[in-house]
């Protein structure tokens, strides 16, 4: 891991789904100089894999929770059925 600062990095980074999106933050809050490529227009609907759980949620940084649109919660009773 490197602990110091990526100000001479130029970095493409292809894909902007969660991954490539956390490294190419990650890196530009470094200093690095970052492009982030994707086959699609951004911003986009996601259909699945969205959610966060509320664990997952905690880890997110305060300058991304701005981009949340809605919070839905779903409750799933014994017999299997989605409230």
């Not at 130029?10 to 982030?36: C, I, K, N």
């Not at 997110?60 to 014994?78: D, M």
Request: hydrophobic residues 45%.
């Amino acid at each position: 891991m490197h602990s110091g600062s990526f100000r001479d990095l130029e970095v493409a980074v292809v894909g902007a789904g969660p991954a490539g999106a956390t490294a190419a933050r990650l890196l530009a809050a470094s200093g690095a100089r970052v492009r982030l490529l994707d086959a699609r227009s951004l911003p986009r609907h996601k259909l699945c894999g969205g959610g966060l759980t509320p664990r997952a949620l905690r880890s997110v940084p305060p300058e991304a929770l701005a981009t949340i649109e809605r919070r839905v919660i779903v409750f799933e009773l014994a017999g299997g059925r989605a409230a």
